[in-house]
């Protein structure tokens, strides 16, 4: 069995990795010129992750061709503000009816679509398509500790084919039918753990980090809730887990990021520095557009938003958060108040 997996950043090549226990080949697609070389020489990717050594049978590639003919699945984990475009290029060598797995978090700007749905827009076939969400950074999951994740899919069997190609017994693998929902947590969460970053940037403690976190929370249950997903969907993997460790952890690019920005470093800068894209960046202007259109209050989403592109000072957001939290717990989550 031949995977082809689109994107070799850091998810990417870990991805490449836990498939490369049950393919019999995997072969990585990279836009950057010296990834393939790095891989097919050394086995290591020379960008990212670049002291994990990946299996014997994962290569790399820069032609689409190479990398899709023959294959019996697509993993799809390139950056969001490239995903459609990617995809356009890579479409008329994408086999029908092969089924495609979404690992990219996001919500696109000015249309609101979540990654799926460009993927179905740009390759055809919604019964085919699959996303994956949940609390997995890229650095642990190459050196094989135990981590969970959830695949939801319209087609139960095209979320069991995904669930039995990268299941093992570090890597947990749970199914659900809410695309919607685990696409919409895995979005916003990046935006939650920026402003996490900011917070504990700028000298906040963890009474402070809880609450942003909470009502970080609560504010991904009611864009779900208005985008059609289940609210419970919120309490599991691609939810609160994908929270707490975004909003936590020295891996986390977002909180990284946050911290980063909070200290004076813009956007762009460190971008550049980290050769990553921040998605929480991205996924702040494009969920602001979305809660707006969908009339959900997103307070923590806006507060980013006005930080990011509205000119804001970093203090002038913090207080928008500080004098705007104090209201009825929950709210936004069903006929009557939504």
């Known amino acids: 069995m031949k995977i082809a997996v689109i994107g070799a950043g850091s998810w990417g090549t870990a991805i490449a990795g836990v ?14 010129a010296p990834v393939p070389d790095g891989i097919n020489r050394n086995h290591r990717n020379p960008l990212y992750l670049t002291g ?3 299996p014997a049978n994962v290569t790399c590639t820069g ?13 799809i984990v390139v950056p969001s503000p490239f995903i459609r475009s990617t995809l356009r290029n890579a479409a008329p060598e994408v086999p029908a009816g092969v089924p495609v797995l979404t690992l990219t978090k996001g919500i696109e700007a000015e249309t609101g679509k979540l990654m799926s749905d460009i993927v179905i827009e740009e390759l055809g076939g919604a019964e085919r398509v699959a996303a994956l969400s949940g609390p997995n950074h890229a ?9 969970a ?3 939801a899919a319209q087609k139960p069997e095209v979320a ?4 039995d190609l990268l299941i093992s017994p570090t890597f947990r693998i749970y199914t659900s039918d809410d695309m919607c929902g685990i696409e919409t947590c895995g979005a916003v969460k990046n935006v939650i753990a920026i402003v996490c970053g900011i917070a504990a940037g700028a000298g906040y403690g963890d ?69 990553m894209i921040v998605e929480g960046a991205v996924a702040a202007k494009s969920t602001a557009q979305l809660a707006r259109k ?45």
């Open 19 to 32: 498939a490369a226990a049950k393919a019999d080949e995997v072969v990585l697609w990279s836009h950057d």
């Open 294 to 338: 969908l009339n959900v209050d997103a307070p923590i989403t806006f507060a980013l938003e006005a930080a990011l592109y509205g000119g804001a000072s970093m203090e002038d957001a913090l207080h928008m958060l500080i004098d705007r939290f104090p209201t009825e717990e929950f709210y936004g989550l069903d006929g009557e108040t939504a």
């Open 139 to 147: 650095e642990e999951i190459c050196t094989g500790s135990l981590s």
């Open 207 to 275: 009474n402070t980090l809880a609450l942003i976190m909470t009502r970080g929370l609560a504010e991904i249950s009611r864009i779900v809730f208005a985008c059609g997903g289940r609210p419970m969907t919120c309490m599991g993997l691609a939810g609160m887990g994908d929270l707490i460790a975004t909003c936590t952890s020295e891996h986390s690019r977002n909180r990284t990021f946050g911290v980063s920005f909070a200290h004076g470093e813009s956007l762009d800068e460190y971008q550049a520095r980290t050769h």
């Open 160 to 163: 069991e084919f995904f669930k």
């Open 63 to 75: 032609d689409f061709a190479s990398a899709l003919t023959g294959c019996e699945g697509i993993i």
């Open 149 to 151: 994740a959830v695949i």
């Open 52 to 54: 994990y050594t990946l």
